[in-house]
């Protein structure tokens, strides 16, 4: 078991039976309900329970599942069911998913009766490697994400690889963009191992493919933990946890509202390339874009909707004094260069990702 400290609480990476019933044991709450979507309940809920020794069936809230649920109207969902179940501020809210539970869900609790506590149980790779880290909470709004929200950290993380064998293999997919995002950020020894010849993401990653999920999971979560504790407000160092999202959650709120939408982790595999031809060598570049695009279909770009593109990442909670920002790694770990990119770069950036994609 490994266990990081990313501010006043824990997370701690192992299998549940040893981590969270004895965790539990030391706590007194008045009730604990269990925040679910209709898959985590399906296939989540009877391991997390079996691991446990719970049975919090009959205490579920259960929402559909998707970013487009990430909603305010879902929250006032959730916290009617809070309502109806009676929780009071003594209360423990599970969030047993992936990206969007965790958001939410902390959200909701955070601010129910002014806050009651709340865990997390990420079951996506996306979650145990990122969203379930550093206190962010919140919800999309008008079609811009993460508009609305607090940060507020959580009584704990349980990362418990077991869920990983529930994934789909694109939602497998999507949590690795998060990983090379870490690697690049600050873990050479990461970027190596996932970069080398007999590397192979899939359910049963092993020592065979170079890396266990073990190994994988570690690796990444003691970046995130690491900026997360050096600056748990974003003032500073945590822009550079954003690498990637200024032109992914642009991309994926726009294509939330198509035929085929993408997955976060797709959107910000499209967003390190961009953000790394606005700022940095074409060698560095030629590495990065082969990387992803090796576990990443290509998604064209609709050009003719740049002006909307634009538009969406000038809402970007990031921007400062009307400019878009965009926080890149620097060369050495942990370092980084914030980019204010005029419009016409970040047109190229997407025409140069266009260019990867097969040749019609």
């Not at 976060?264 to 060698?283: L, M």
Request: charged share 25%.
């Amino acid at each position: 078991m490994y266990v990081f400290h990313p501010g006043d609480y824990f997370v701690q990476l192992g299998d549940l039976r040893a981590t969270f019933p004895a965790w539990l044991k030391k706590r007194i709450h008045a009730q604990i309900a269990v925040l679910a979507d209709e898959h985590t309940l399906q296939y989540c809920l009877p391991v997390f329970e079996e691991k446990t020794g719970l049975r919090l069936g009959e205490n579920a809230i259960v929402i559909p599942a998707g970013e487009q649920h990430k909603s305010l109207s879902m929250c006032t969902f959730v916290w009617n069911a809070m309502l109806e179940a009676g929780l009071d501020r003594k209360a423990l809210l599970i969030n047993l998913g992936g990206g969007v539970i965790g958001d939410m869900g902390g959200f909701c609790a955070a601010t129910w009766k002014r806050g009651i506590d709340f865990v997390q149980v990420p079951t996506t790779l996306l979650g145990m490697t990122d969203a379930s880290i550093g206190g962010k909470l919140g919800i999309d709004f008008q079609g811009v994400k993460n508009t609305i929200g607090v940060f507020c950290e959580p009584a704990g993380v349980f990362v418990d690889p077991v869920f990983l064998d529930t994934l789909p293999e694109r939602e497998l997919r999507s949590g690795f963009a998060e990983v090379i995002k870490h690697a690049l950020i600050g873990d050479p020894a990461l970027w190596k191992a996932i970069n080398a010849k007999n590397f192979k993401l899939g359910k049963r990653l092993n020592a065979q493919d170079g890396l266990s999920y073990m190994d994988l999971l570690r690796a990444s979560i003691e970046v995130k933990a690491r900026v997360v504790k050096e600056d748990p407000y974003e003032k500073g160092l945590r822009a550079l946890l954003n690498f990637g999202h200024t032109v992914g959650h642009t991309l994926e709120s726009y294509f939330l509202e198509t035929t085929e939408p993408l997955t976060h982790g797709e959107a910000v595999a499209i967003g390190i390339i961009c953000e790394t031809c606005i700022g940095a060598g074409k060698k560095h570049l030629d590495k990065v874009a082969e990387l992803i695009l090796k576990h990443f279909p290509h998604r064209p770009i609709p050009m003719h909707a740049a002006d909307v593109l634009l538009e969406l990442m000038r809402h970007d909670k990031k921007n400062a004094s009307g400019k878009v920002r965009m926080a890149i790694p620097g060369r050495k770990p942990f370092s980084m260069k914030i980019l204010e990119p005029r419009d016409g770069e970040i047109r190229r950036s997407l025409e140069y990702y266009n260019t990867l994609g097969p040749s019609l």
